[in-house]
């Protein structure tokens, strides 16, 4: 399988303010990743589901060998601005945005292709250092 690097991207890192008692956002951006959407179509009960998905591939970058931490070490980081992470609920959106919401919600109703990371594959140890996403 081909990679082709033919996107950019905007990552918001999900974590709790203990200052507001909320979820806040912490957005990063990296460059020259993979996207490949897919979209699946099940019938159901309930009619016609459509589901959009994405795979992002990441390659061993300067960004992730600086920058990259894993997903305890940044929530421990007390410089999460400087420093990201790649965690099962972070937000991902195809493009360059710098948009700073409120609510997922809102995200969308300003971005398209705005994705919810299920799914990470941690591979820079290996042979062809990379990091894969999935995303629904």
């Not at 945005?97 to 990371?117: H, N, P, Q, S």
């Amino acid at each position: 399988m081909s990679i082709f690097y033919n996107a950019n991207i905007t990552f918001y890192n999900k974590c709790f303010d203990e200052e507001t008692e909320k979820d806040v956002y912490i957005r990063h951006y990296l460059y020259g990743v993979s996207w490949q959407s897919r979209r699946a179509i099940t019938n159901s009960d309930k009619g016609v589901v459509t589901n959009n998905y994405a795979d992002i591939f990441i390659k061993d970058c300067k960004d992730i060998k600086e920058k990259y931490l894993k997903p305890k070490e940044w929530l421990n980081s007390s410089n999460k601005d400087y420093f990201f992470t790649f965690k099962v609920g972070d937000v991902i959106v195809k493009g360059l945005t710098a948009f700073e919401f409120g609510t997922l919600k809102e995200l969308k109703t300003l971005c398209d292709d705005v994705m919810i990371i299920t799914s990470i594959e941690d591979s820079l140890d290996t042979s062809i250092p990379h990091i894969q996403i999935g995303a629904k």
